[in-house]
C-alpha cells in the first residue's frame, strides 16, 4: 500500500511532464484521487460488514494492479491520466479500515493502538521504498516504465497473500486458575534486601493485585495488605 501510495503521489507531476502533458495534467489529477479516496475509504470501511475483510483487500489490490496495467498500455493523454487517478484514488486509503479491522479480529483492541503502529511501520518502509526506487530507476532509465510494472506485482502478490488469511481471533492460552486457598504464593525474605522488614510474604497472582504482610523494624508495626498492581 505504502509503495503505492507514495510513488504514484510523488512521481505522477513528474510522470505527466516526461509524457509531454502540461503541468496542469498532474495536478488535476492529484486532486482526483483524493476526492475519491475519500468515498473509496468510506465505502471499503462499510464493505467490512457484509464481505470478508480479506476478499476485499484481496479485490483492491488486483483493481490497483488493472489501474496501473491501464497506465502501462493506455495513451497518455489529461483525460486518460486524471480518469485512471480517479479510479485508483478509490482504492487508495480504502485498504487501512479494512487492515485495522482484520488487526481487531486477530488480537483484540486493548493493544490496538500498538499492534497498528507496527502496521504502519511498514507502509512507511513500503513508502520510502516507492519514492526512492521511483526516482533511482527514473535516473538509470529515464522513464518509469519498469515502477509500473513493479507497482503491478506488488498488487498481485498483496492479492495473493491476503486472499487466504482466516479470519479468527489468534488462540491464546487461558490464564491458570486456582481454588481459593490453593494459589501460589512467592515468599520474599526481607532480611535478604538488606531493608529492615522481618516476617514478610507477598502473595502474588498474575493479573490481580500483591498482597504484602510482615513487620517493619524491630517493633510490632504490622504492613497491613499494602498493595500494589502488578
Known amino acids: 500500500c505504502g509503495f503505492h501510495v507514495s510513488f504514484y503521489s510523488v512521481h505522477l507531476p513528474a510522470y505527466v511532464q516526461d509524457q509531454g502533458l502540461d503541468p496542469w495534467v498532474g495536478v488535476w ?92 511501520f511498514s507502509h512507511q518502509v513500503g513508502s520510502f521504498l516507492g519514492v526512492w526506487l521511483g526516482g533511482r530507476l527514473f535516473d538509470l532509465t529515464q522513464s518509469y516504465q519498469a515502477m509500473w510494472w513493479i507497482s503491478v506485482a506488488l498488487g498481485v502478490c498483496a492479492a495473493l497473500l491476503n486472499w487466504p488469511i482466516k479470519e479468527r481471533a489468534v488462540g491464546r492460552p487461558a490464564a491458570p486458575t486456582h481454588p481459593i486457598g490453593e494459589r501460589p504464593a512467592i515468599a520474599w525474605d526481607g532480611a535478604a534486601s538488606g531493608r529492615a522488614f522481618h516476617d514478610v510474604s507477598i502473595r502474588a497472582h498474575p493479573g490481580e493485585v500483591v498482597a504484602v504482610f510482615g513487620k517493619l523494624g524491630s517493633g510490632a508495626a504490622e504492613v497491613g495488605e499494602t498493595a500494589f498492581g502488578i
Open 29 to 120: 489529477a492529484l486532486m482526483a484521487v483524493g476526492i475519491a479516496n475519500i468515498v473509496g475509504t468510506w465505502v471499503a470501511g462499510q464493505s467490512g460488514k457484509f464481505v470478508q475483510k480479506r476478499v476485499a483487500l484481496a479485490v483492491l489490490y488486483m483493481c490497483r494492479s488493472a489501474l496501473f496495467l491501464c497506465i502501462l498500455y493506455f495513451p497518455a493523454t489529461p483525460a486518460t491520466v486524471i480518469v485512471i487517478s480517479a479510479l485508483l484514488g478509490l482504492f487508495w486509503l480504502s485498504t487501512i479500515p479494512l487492515t485495522s479491522g482484520m488487526v481487531a479480529t486477530f488480537f483484540g483492541t486493548g493493544w490496538m493502538s500498538m499492534l497498528f503502529g507496527f502496521v504502519f
